[in-house]
């Protein structure tokens, strides 16, 4: 019973399942090891929230009404609204604030019986690669505390990593699940757009924005995944008409015969090179299970930067205005009038990356820019989904870096925007095109930090990246690695 936080998913809901031990155990060992809120990763605990809730799971699972996941402790990211926890975003300006309603997402993992271990620091409003535009402070990497965690759901990945919780919601923009898995050493995974309500996720960029879970194993996300996803028509209009699906069905398939795309665009010269012979040695392992490598082009590459960054701006911009310091939030003290009470808390409460974001999106949605930039943009974009579509027909996946280089050391980019907007180049373009992206750890690299590898797949092929990972993780134990002190 020692060494309870280092259970997985999968074996604490069999554990909780057969009565071996209770919910209210497993809650306090895990409330014990939050304490001092290691690497900043928490923003809101309430241990006597948590503690009734897990009671109640221990009565259900007395009474023969467990859920599949009853008693499993979860944690989640601060974009999730939750009546029980306060949502800040990662902003001053939703200080203290609380959601009169749960999220989708937390509902529904809820309803499966896991028990709710508090809220994770992000980058303010999930803009960011590295967690470092929180308003309440940067996380730190479990691996490394002079190191980042990876952004924006840098609070998830270094809570699971650190083993604070089994398990974490996450959200990916443009890549906010799969960075910060991939620089922690756990495994996330980002569904089909549409695939995971939005509803009650505050928004970032609407056409991009999905969530999706982060844990250690493939295993376990499948586990997470089947209880997160599904249609909520009523509630998010972009929501998928798409049943519920278990993803652990597929898992055990073999890889004899899976092609494997490997897209050139990916290991060009940007890439570390200890980040290029560790994924080399995991493709290798995927070939020697039976996998069969395959050459494709995916030739937008590099343009799903500016891509990007001019759409997600644009949707942040006009998502945004809603703090206005009326409605709910922060509200400067003193001002003259209504435009003075806007531009005051406006200023005071958003941080610098919002700001900025929230003028590229202005720029670019402008009477006389709109053409030249946003409809360009959009147009590219198209591109880059059917780029994927022909590399599709010659694959089932694709691999390769989830990002260029390993984490880098807190500081070092934080005061460069662009530098932070490069090492999201191999994200975005499975972002842009809605695609089902995930990340695993395949290794260290030269600074003895993790290496994660990505996997992309075709529209609603969750369970075929989850099933390539899952049995990658079967040959391999980069995933059971722990982090100095945590195991
Ligand atoms: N790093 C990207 C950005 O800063 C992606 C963030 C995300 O996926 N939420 O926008």
């Known amino acids: 019973m020692g060494d309870l936080h280092n259970k997985s998913v999968a074996q604490l809901a069999a554990m909780l399942k ?210 997160m996803c599904g249609p909520d028509l009523d509630r998010d209009s972009t929501s998928l008409n798409v049943a519920k699906e278990d993803f652990s069905i597929g898992l055990m398939q073999p890889l004899q015969g899976v092609r494997v795309g490997i897209p050139n665009e990916f290991f060009g010269e940007g890439l570390a090179s200890d980040v290029r012979s560790t994924i080399d040695t995991a493709l290798k392992q995927l070939q020697d299970q039976g996998a069969k490598l395959v050459p494709i082009a995916l030739p937008r590459t590099e343009l799903s930067i500016p891509v990007y960054y001019i759409i997600a701006p644009a949707e942040a911009s006009s998502n945004l205005s809603r703090f206005d310091g009326v409605k709910f939030g922060h509200r400067a003290k003193e001002f003259s009038d209504l435009a003075d009470m806007y531009e005051k808390t406006r200023s005071e409460a958003f941080g610098d990356e919002v700001k900025r974001r929230i003028m590229i999106g202005a720029y ?33 996946v694709i691999a390769g870096p989830v990002a260029p280089t390993t984490a880098w050391k807190l500081g070092d980019k934080s005061d460069d925007p662009l530098a932070n907007y490069l090492a999201d180049i191999f994200t975005l373009p499975a972002s842009l095109a809605g695609l089902p992206g995930m990340s695993l750890p395949v290794g260290f690299g030269e600074s003895g930090m993790p290496v994660g590898m990505q996997l992309i797949g075709n529209y609603l092929q969750e369970a075929r990246l989850l099933n390539v990972a899952h049995q990658y993780q079967l040959h391999t134990d980069h995933h059971t690695q722990a982090p100095g002190g945590a195991a």
């Open 18 to 227: 057969n009565k071996e031990v209770s919910a209210v155990e497993v809650a306090t060992r895990f409330l014990a090891r939050m304490g001092g809120n290691p690497h900043n990763a928490f923003l809101d605990i309430h241990s006597e929230v948590t503690l009734a809730q897990a009671q109640a799971s221990d009565d259900k699972i007395a009474a023969g009404i467990a859920g599949p996941l009853e008693g499993v402790p979860i944690a989640h990211k601060d974009i999730f609204v939750t009546q029980d926890f306060a949502t800040t975003a990662g902003s001053k300006i939703l200080k203290d604030y609380r959601s009169p309603f749960d999220a989708t997402v937390v509902s529904r993992l809820r309803e499966a019986g896991m028990v709710t271990l508090g809220k994770l620091n992000c980058d303010e409003f999930a803009m960011g690669s590295a967690n470092e535009n929180s308003a309440y402070g940067a996380v730190t990497n479990p691996w490394d505390t002079t190191r980042i965690p990876g952004g924006s759901s840098g609070g998830s990945a270094a809570a699971v990593a650190a083993r604070l919780t089994p398990a974490a919601t996450g959200t990916d923009t443009g890549g906010s699940i799969r960075q910060p898995a991939a620089f922690c050493g756990i495994t996330g995974i980002k569904p089909t757009y549409g695939r995971a309500s939005r509803y009650g996720m505050v928004a970032f960029a609407s056409s991009l924005d999905q969530a999706g879970p982060m844990a250690r194993s493939a295993e376990d996300c499948a586990l997470l995944l089947s209880a």
């Open 364 to 396: 670019v949605l402008s009477h006389g820019y709109y053409d030249a930039y946003y409809l360009q943009a959009q147009k590219i974009r198209r591109m880059i989904a059917d780029d994927f579509q022909q590399a599709f027909s010659q694959c089932d």
